[in-house]
């Protein structure tokens, strides 16, 4: 009976998660500079950020913060500084220094912990899924599909995020590739700083429609 409103949640969903982002920017820093565990981490903790904007989607909260501009700034900005603090720390990545690949061998890995901490606030704090996620359940959904039905959309959601974003891990963390990025060393560093920064000023100037 609802197979045509998954389906069309599913569409809408792949075309939204495979467009480049501050997901998709994060994943791909995680992946290169620390592996493939901590890219897939940072991938589990953007699928389970997916259930913060599912949450208030069917609580009704999505709806009152797209109405309260005071209160869709107030997240607006808070994203954006966190995209600015993450992307300026790349961009003052600074040349390897001789013998710097053992001392990486030898330094502390990145903690699963902080990989997935980073992915679900970094997509948990961005206001672009608030109103993606309003318009899916209140403009693709139907009102009077069940509570339960929609649950299903968001536990849908979430997992087929965080495989899309496990794929991109596993991608960009293949030792030919992370050995290809190491070439660039601290350019790539800067690389995605700018493209963090870029998405963070954009993200500041997003009005409320």
Request: proline share 4%.
């Amino acid at each position: 009976m609802y197979w045509m409103e998954f389906f069309t949640v599913a569409l809408i969903h792949l075309l939204a998660v495979a467009s480049p982002g501050p997901d998709f920017a994060i994943v791909v820093r995680e992946s290169v500079a620390h592996g493939r565990r901590a890219g897939v981490f940072c991938a589990l903790g953007v699928g389970t950020g997916i259930f913060v904007h599912v949450a208030y989607s069917l609580l009704g909260i999505g709806l009152i913060v797209s109405q309260s501009i005071v209160l869709f700034n107030a997240l607006k900005w808070l994203a954006a500084a966190y995209l600015l603090y993450i992307g300026f720390k790349a961009l003052r990545a600074q040349p390897a220094a001789l013998g710097a690949v053992q001392e990486q061998a030898a330094a502390p890995a990145r903690t699963p912990r902080g990989a997935f901490v980073t992915g679900f606030v970094t997509n948990g704090l961005n206001p672009k899924a608030t109103l993606f996620f309003l318009s899916l359940f209140t403009v693709v959904i139907n009102p009077h599909t069940p509570l339960l039905v929609q649950g299903g959309y968001g536990v849908y959601l979430a997992v087929a995020t965080a495989l899309w974003f496990c794929l991109v891990a596993m991608l960009f963390s293949q030792q030919r590739v992370r050995e290809g990025f190491a070439r660039m060393g601290h350019w790539f560093d800067r690389l995605m700083g700018a493209v963090l920064v870029g998405l963070g000023i954009k993200l500041a100037f997003t009005e409320l429609k």
